[in-house]
């Protein structure tokens, strides 16, 4: 698993990789939250994702975990309160 952050390569031009195409190819699945971007894949199926719609006074996201099968267990679970939390956990234990 990798964090997919936002770049461009030589070969792509001026296309956005990463983040952005990952979660517009997301929402081709009509079950996927609209609020969610697409930060990385947990390789079981789920979509690690920063939740637009639940802000923190910070303006930082908590990162949830988004499955087709999500909606029929209560939600998108969170895996934790914001990005910086999220990023130096997996950096830590290599795992989320």
């Known amino acids: 698993m990798e964090l997919l952050g936002v770049y ?22 009509e079950r996927f939250p609209l609020a ?15 939740d637009s719609s639940l802000q923190h006074d910070e303006d930082e996201y908590p990162v949830v975990v988004w499955d087709p099968g999500t909606e029929a267990r209560g939600g998108a679970e969170q895996l934790a309160e914001d990005f910086g ?12």
């Open 36 to 50: 969610l971007l697409v930060i990385e894949y947990d390789g079981m199926g789920g979509i690690v994702s920063l």
């Open 8 to 29: 461009r390569t030589p070969a792509g031009g001026d296309r956005l990789l990463g983040t952005v195409p990952e979660t517009l190819d997301a929402r081709d699945d």
């Open 85 to 96: 939390t999220y990023a130096l956990r997996r950096c830590h234990i290599g795992i989320r």
